[in-house]
């Protein structure tokens, strides 16, 4: 996830396929979500508040949890 800090609109890398993506704020509200494919796929929350965000990332079964930080 790239780059972090961001004003908004930052990128996933991933070589997954299918990988499902849901990004909350901090009030747990589920401010975007959506299925990657391999690559490079971005991601706007330039319409959101500044703050800190947790991109959940689910593949297979796994959860991985990364904070960004909108600014």
């Known amino acids: 996830i790239y ?10 890398r991933t070589d997954a ?3 499902k993506v849901e990004v909350y704020s ?13 690559g ?3 991601i706007d929350l330039s319409e959101e508040s500044k703050g ?8 297979n ?6 904070k960004i930080l909108v600014h």
Do not use: C, D, M, W
Request: charged letters at 15%; proline letters at 5%.
């Open 52 to 59: 800190i965000y947790f991109v959940k990332l689910i593949h």
């Open 40 to 42: 490079v796929q971005q």
């Open 26 to 38: 901090t009030l747990g509200k589920l401010v975007a979500k959506g299925t990657l494919l391999n």
């Open 3 to 12: 780059p972090n800090p961001t004003k908004g609109i930052f990128n996933i």
């Open 17 to 19: 396929s299918n990988l």
């Open 61 to 66: 079964g796994k959860i991985e949890q990364r």
